[in-house]
């Protein structure tokens, strides 16, 4: 594999609550390949979005990142100071955040939130060059350069949602994290997104990570799937080798939920509630929900091993050869 373009290390997100700290995010690793596509999937709330705001320092009060490294080619960011780190997102990263197709500036044409993602960061292009820029931009992402004089709401929310695209890669980003970019489209235009993205992604040569919980979906799109549970992440592989023979139970049962052709009677749903992150179970976070629990399982929190060439997984029976 090429030399990884972010590495994430033992990453650690808490938030203060009332009721006590909940590890959002409780030390993630992970590495991404240049012009690679992975996935994240995991039930709403296991800290996936936390997780995207966090590589990019993004995470507010009552939040905190408790640690952890991020790289990017090979730089490290946590030593970044805020004006650097600002500069590096777009230019460097660029973040799709969860629920921006309703975040854009109502009031504001396409064009001019385009201009100012890029004025943001000082590129001091003439109004020639920068119309051209946005139009050149615009198609990258499949809408007509006449939608740089529309306001959000004389757009469909597939056209939205590609605006927002071309926003964020307006800069030329190495990595594109997009949350959720497809989660309130319709099925058709879900598709359509998903190919835009993955169109730009290779035009550019970043690296995707695509954050979302329809593994169905997502499969299609990705190299690499990793899968979240409370915080962290229980399995990554290839996503043929994680559809067809998935190796922790919890990737088991949300592939089991997927609804399919042999399966017809539809969604089967995942037995057990989602665990509540502040107060979690002693051992594995899923025991209280996996089939296959035995004693140790309640006891000792299994870590990410290596299986096979490029998998891993945190499950007590994948380690023991099961
Ligand atoms: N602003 C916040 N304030 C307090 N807790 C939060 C906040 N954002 C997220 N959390 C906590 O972090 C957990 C993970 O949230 P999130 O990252 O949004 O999950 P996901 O994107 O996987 O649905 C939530 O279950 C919640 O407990
Ligand atoms: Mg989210």
Redesign the pocket.
Known sequence: MSKPVLEVSDLRVS?A?PLGV?R??DGVSFSLASGERLGLA??????????A?AILRMI?P??RIDGGSVRLDGEELSGLDEEAMRRLRLAGIALVP?GSMNSLNPVMRIGQQIEDALADHDLSLSRAALDARIADLLSTVGLRPTVARMYPHELSGGMKQRACIAIAICLRPRVIIA??PTSALDVVVQRQVMETLARVQKDLGAAVIL?G?DMGLMAQFVDRLGI?YA?RLVEVAPVGEMVTAPRHPYTRALISSLPSLEHRGGLQGIPGLAPL??DLPPGCAFHPRCPLAFERCRREPPTLQAVGENAVVACHLAEAGA
């Open positions: 938030f609550h909940v959002a995010v995991g039930e709403s709330g296991c800290g996936k979005s936390t997780m705001l507010r009552p939040g969860q949350d959720e954050v919980h979240m915080g992150l502040r």
